[in-house]
């Protein structure tokens, strides 16, 4: 299994899918589930490529969703090896994407071909694979069109797994059951522009805005729940000013951002901020851009099919969490009963030198291997 595994990773590792272009990695794969008998439809749409596979045509069905596009690899002299060459030193695999997600992948593939050729591994029931090349830039031509798709053709993934890289510390300690949502606000506070030793007959945008602020910055939103954490509020930018100290200046800009848990929805939040503008008898413009919705996936058989193999695999019991950035799972949940991401370590995710310890790979795929045996044939 190793060899086998080290050499799809390493064949993933040097297409130089830089997001959103699979450069290869997509046909690579297609031909790979081709051969394993996989029916394959293909949703390419502007530079980004994605694949649907399935293999059977009954229920339940179980999906393994991921995506091939990496982040560029930054300055290339600073790498202690070529990032398209899968490297094996000391113990770690080197190599852009190896974490993030394309080891996730291989060893996917690999459990996958194992799955299917034991002959005693019935299938009541169908596996597919959703793989984009457009997770990492806009993500607006990638997994949403696959969804739409689904969506369209009325099919419910029972069990999808995300093959994310959300291990913390060693391998498996760690699943991600939900995603927080994220909420961004654009405001401007509009003041009156004038000379600073004639401030009555000015409006100070600063001056104004500065309870505003304080208060903003000082609201305990929740105090967040199981699953969640508290949701949190930050100022990301904030702009007044001429650069003169004689000009009390026309405007502020000031913009945030709230991560927050599935206690709110965007509108509330807004709301909220809106009514704090409105006390404070502030005069603004604000717009409002939700780049995800929080979702949290229901308690079920695939977490308990998760834990235990992990448990069986790596002998740890994972944390169940739904912090971090934002994933695709908030696309897929759309379509998905259950849903959770489980990968690799995220330690040194879109860094110079990305890497993994050596181990994971294979015990990545034990894991994956031994939640398809217990999704369709073995009970745990
Ligand atoms: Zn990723």
Redesign the pocket.
Known sequence: MQQELIQLANRLISFKSISPNQAGAIDFIHQYLDNLGFTITRLDRGKTSNLIARIGNQEPIFAYA??V?VVPPGDIKQWQFDPFTLTSHEGKLYGRGIA??KGSIASFLVALKQFLSNKNNKLPGSIMLLITSD??AAATDGTIVMVDYLKQNNIIIDYCIL???TSLDVLGDVIKIGRRGSLSGYLEVIGKQGHVAYPDLCKNPIHLFAKALTELSSITWDNGNDYFPATSFQFTNLNSGLGVTNVIPDNLHASFNFRYNNLHTATQLQNKVEELLKRHQLEYNVKWTESAKPFCTKPGKLIEVVTHSIKQESNLTPQLKTDGGT??GRFLIDVCTELLEL?LSNRH?HQINENIPEEDLVRLCKIYLAILEHIYTQSI
């Open positions: 991921g995506h596009d993030d997600m997770e990492e093959g994310e890289p994933s695709d990968g995710i």
